[in-house]
DNA sequence: CAGCATCCGCTTTGATACTG
DNA sequence: CAGTATCAAAGCGGATGCTG
């Protein structure tokens, strides 16, 4: 709440989103709209009172907008403006740097299902050409989740009941594993971490993302040019 | 320093930088690489314990290195390791995505010179096929900055005593309004908000860099397509 | 209940003083 | 110069209370 004071686009934005939980409330919302309780179940650990004074000031930026719905139904959503919808792929990005800090494994973490849908947006975001058409429901944690591939293009959303060609139960790392391609289907389970169900052509299709999710993640660039100006370092994303 | 305990990637992120003042500090090692008395120049406000708690974190954490001269000059050396390197294309995204908010003017916040090698290149940062090859000297607040456009592609970087083509002496926010293409260099001139000193082709590729940037930010697209969910919003940049 | 607001103990931050 | 030490103020987390 507290402003930087600083006339710098990276200052301002910090401004808006820099505070404490703010970013994660944009994340919630990303992920799907909200009501007020749905943001405290993926927030755990919030403070009513911060969630509110979040709210209240992400509404006054224009990064999120409030509909109130009529008596009956009696309930509050909240859902991402334009102009917060622009901040999402940026989220993803932030949250593919922090992926390589997922790989000590959950630890007594929180966790829910539905941020499946961001990971799978990070691990799988890109680059899935020859990867066959396929949709993967993922159980686990509390909400599944559905991936689907259709045309070399992903789309992750939560699971609904629409039929899928595989099916995947396993603990959250199990999950982050299969998707980054640090875990094949068949050790998977042969460790038992995962129960996998569908034909094989499906296993297959899943074990090519996790094929490219690993061939974007594990080659860390040599960095032997100079690149220590911004624009430079900018360029090579 | 309070981690959210989220298996999650966008909160891992944040549990590294999330913290107040660590975005800053890494913009400033973006820019380039700093003494501590150069990120407490860049930083204004920031406590002196905060500084050096933020960096032995963000040193721990692997996101800027130290390097300690010998004796004589006897300076630590701040900068960006490769994995803080890849965070930097992130930033800029966040300062664009805050540029809007500047455009009500600097009021009474801090401003530095360097800050515009990062300003130009989130206004400058893509998309300058057609504007002739130029080099700009900004002189706004205390350091100056050079913009250099090579073949389409942009570079800023701090002052140095190469030859340019064109001088620009402006308040900081004269220089955005012109970066951004809100502010003419004709208008600039008649408000007396900036002195532009150079021959008549370069003006005209200031306007055209102007009007580039201007072309990206203005046209806010029209979100008339449900773009609600997280992949296609990703995918909207 | 959903959607907050209030209160309270604790932690983090900001401002300043101090040290090798 | 490059930090460390100190302390008041602000922010946060947790519990609880209020209101439609």
Redesign the interface.
């Known amino acids: 709440v507290r402003s930087?004071?600083?006339?710098?686009?990276?200052?301002?934005?910090?401004?808006?989103i820099?505070d404490?939980w703010t970013?994660?409330i944009v994340?919630e919302l990303?992920?799907?709209?909200c009501r007020y309780r749905d943001l405290r179940d993926g927030l755990?650990?919030i403070a009513t009172n911060l969630l509110a004074d979040r709210l209240r000031q992400l509404e006054s930026d224009g990064v999120i907008e409030r509909e109130e719905a009529p008596p009956p139904v009696g309930a509050t959503i909240y859902?991402?403006s334009?102009?917060g919808?622009?901040?999402?792929?940026?989220?993803?990005?932030?949250?593919?740097?922090?992926?390589?800090?997922?790989t000590q494994g959950?630890?007594?973490?929180?966790?829910r299902g539905r941020?499946l849908?961001?990971?799978a947006?990070?691990l799988l975001?890109q680059a899935l050409e020859g990867v066959p058409d396929v949709r993967i429901r993922i159980e686990a944690g509390d909400e599944p989740v559905v991936i689907e591939i259709r045309r070399g293009?992903?789309?992750?959303?939560l699971g609904d009941r629409a039929p899928v060609d595989l099916t995947i139960r396993a603990t959250?790392?199990a999950v982050m594993g299969l998707l980054s391609g640090q875990l094949s289907p068949r050790r998977a389970r042969r460790l038992r971490v995962a129960e996998i169900e569908g034909p094989a052509w499906a296993v297959e299709a899943l074990t090519a993302l996790g094929d490219r999710a690993a061939a974007r993640f594990i080659p860390?660039r040599s960095?032997d040019v100079d690149?220590?100006?911004?624009?430079?370092?900018?360029?090579?994303?």
Do not use: K, N
């Open positions: 930087y004071h600083q006339y710098c686009g990276l200052a301002r934005a910090l401004d808006v820099g404490r970013m994660l994340r990303a992920i799907r709209e755990p650990g859902r991402l334009p102009h919808r622009r901040l999402v792929p940026i989220l993803v990005d932030l949250a593919r740097w922090g992926t390589v800090w997922m959950r630890g007594d973490d929180e966790f941020w849908v961001l990971a947006t990070v975001g293009s992903m789309a992750s959303r959250p790392d860390e960095d690149d220590r100006s911004l624009p430079q370092s900018a360029r090579d994303r």
